[in-house]
């Protein structure tokens, strides 16, 4: 099946300072990727969608200046949690869509990065 | 926004029991999907329904989308100890192929097997 990489799987980093996660499809074109936000014992919160050469979509409640996202080429889209903080300590995961051709085609999740706000 | 309340949160079961977990909604999704999650990874995806009313199954592993839009089941038979997870239903409002929306997900139901 289709292989979505995230990486790094987890990042310790320090109050104040940014953060890069890199989202990855290995074996397909993404034209549209996902960021979701998990925290513990929690549900999966969309944060944004992103298609290819655009701007990215934010929820309803999520900063978007915070949360600067980048989805530059089909293979590669990054999510970078600006002047972090603690309580941006989270589960962050992305997943990955071809477009579909009027089949039924479902987004693959990443293995998820672990952020750990000190 | 729109929500999924999932039950049961968490199941204690003896191996080779079934279980069945449900989602409701209080609007339309039409796209229902099921999926589990092993602790510190991304979900993968078991079951997904795309019409009112069908039924499908995955080996011992079998799901609804309800007639109304707004529910789903997922049974699981002969539980066996690698069943062990948190499964998640996910609605979509979008339907195949054109929709590039996100996914809204239930709060999980934690499956624990006792041996």
């Known amino acids: 099946g289709a292989v979505v990489s995230q990486h790094p799987s987890w990042v310790i980093c320090k109050s104040g300072t940014s953060v890069k996660i890199e989202c990855r499809s290995l074996?397909?074109?993404?034209?549209?990727m996902f960021w979701y936000r998990q925290f513990p014992k929690q549900s999966l919160m969309l944060m944004a969608t992103?298609?290819?050469?655009?701007?990215?979509?934010?929820e309803q409640g999520v900063e978007k200046d915070k949360f600067l996202i980048n989805h530059a080429s089909l293979t590669l889209s990054t999510l970078t949690v600006t002047s972090a903080h603690p309580e941006d300590s989270s589960f962050y995961i992305c997943?990955?869509?071809?477009?579909?051709?009027?089949?039924?085609?479902?987004?693959?999740f990443g293995q998820g990065t672990r952020l750990t706000v000190v | 926004g729109q929500q999924l309340n999932q039950s049961p949160q968490s199941m204690f079961i003896q191996e080779g029991e079934d279980v069945s977990m449900n989602c409701t909604s209080s609007?339309?999704?039409?796209?229902w999907l099921w999926y589990k999650q092993d602790p510190g990874e991304g979900p993968v995806l078991l079951i997904a329904?795309?019409?009112?009313?069908e039924l499908t199954s995955n080996g011992r592993l079998t799901a609804q989308f309800g007639i109304t839009r707004k529910d789903s089941f997922l049974n699981i038979s002969a539980s066996i100890p690698s069943d062990v997870g948190i499964y998640f239903c996910?609605?979509?409002?979008?339907?195949?192929?054109?929709?590039?929306?996100?996914?809204?997900f239930g709060k999980g139901t934690h499956l624990i097997i006792q041996p």
């Open positions: 997943s990955a869509r071809t477009a579909g051709t009027g089949g039924r085609t479902e987004a693959f």
């Open positions: 609007s339309i999704f039409n796209t």
């Open positions: 074996d397909f074109q993404a034209t549209t």
């Open positions: 996910a609605g979509r409002v979008s339907k195949t192929g054109g929709g590039a929306d996100g996914l809204t």
């Open positions: 992103s298609n290819e050469g655009s701007k990215a979509t934010y």
């Open positions: 329904l795309y019409k009112a009313g």
